[in-house]
């Protein structure tokens, strides 16, 4: 991790774990998958896509975009801690 990347990284985590998972995996990751595979995968008006698909596309999606926050979460507070443990070694 970078100086830039550090000390943006220090200001995220700052804000919460919960809130980078939500803004960060669900809204930026799982909701455009979901518009783009609902309306442009699959287009439901042309071939009758029905209600309890695009609900279940929206479930898998979210879920898939919570399954990525918390994957990004971990594997850059890892590299974070990582690196602050090797600046204490330094000093």
Same mark, same amino acid.
Not at 60 to 66: H, K, T, V
Not at 73 to 76: G, L, T, V
């Given at each position: 991790m970078q100086d830039k990347k550090y000390s943006a990284w220090a200001e995220t985590r700052?804000? %919460?774990r919960n809130r980078y998972i939500i803004f960060n995996g669900v809204l930026l990751y799982g909701v455009p998958m979901f518009i =783009?595979?609902?309306f442009i995968i699959n287009r439901p008006i042309e071939e009758g896509y029905s209600i309890l698909n695009m609900a279940q596309s929206l479930g898998? #999606?979210? =879920?898939? %975009?919570?399954v990525i926050g918390i994957n990004t #979460? =971990?594997?850059?507070e890892r590299q974070f801690r990582k690196l602050v443990k090797s600046g204490e070694d330094e000093s």
């Open positions: 700052a804000k %919460g =783009f595979s609902v898998i #999606w979210l =879920f898939a %975009g919570l #979460w =971990f594997n850059n």
